[in-house]
Structure formats: C-alpha cells, structure tokens
C-alpha cells in the first residue's frame, strides 16, 4: 500500500519536472536573441516534451523526435556559423 502512494508521488513530481522544462524552455527561446543559446533553449523545451509523447504510447513519434532534434540542430548550426572560414 505504501509503495502506491510512493509511485504515485514520484509520478507526479516527474510530471511536474518534465512540465517545468517545458516552460522554462520556452520562456528561454523566447527571451534569447543569440541563435545558438536559442538551440539550446529549444533542445530543454524538446527534452521536456518527449517524456509526455513516450507517456501517451507514441513510440514511433518519440524515437522520431529524439533523432529529428538534433539532426535540425547540427545542419542549424552548421548554417548560423560565426566566424567565416
């Protein structure tokens, strides 16, 4: 009965977790005007939302965010370079 209780908390304060990178994901790319601390604000936000995708049972969805992310992140920074070579 008591490790119930004790699951159930843990749950809810994961959602919780899960649910404050969400939001401070986006208030971060909201407020950042350089691009590449905007990636990482976006990468917090994804991280954030994939663990509600696994949650819901979309695996397929899941695995495909988990690969497309970084993948867009990489050719992102790849196009917002700083300096010219």
């Not at 990468?43 to 495909?64: C, Q, S």
Request: glycine content about 10%.
């Amino acid at each position: 009965m008591l490790t119930r209780g004790v699951v159930t908390v843990m749950s809810d304060l994961l959602v919780i977790a899960f649910g404050a990178l969400i939001v401070i994901g986006t208030f971060a790319t909201i407020r950042e005007s350089d691009p590449f601390r905007k990636l990482i604000s976006l990468g917090i936000l994804v991280g954030g939302v994939i663990p509600f995708i696994v949650d819901r049972g979309y695996l397929d969805v899941a695995t495909a965010v988990a690969l497309i992310a970084p993948l867009s992140t990489i050719f992102t920074l790849m196009v917002c370079r700083r300096g010219k070579t």
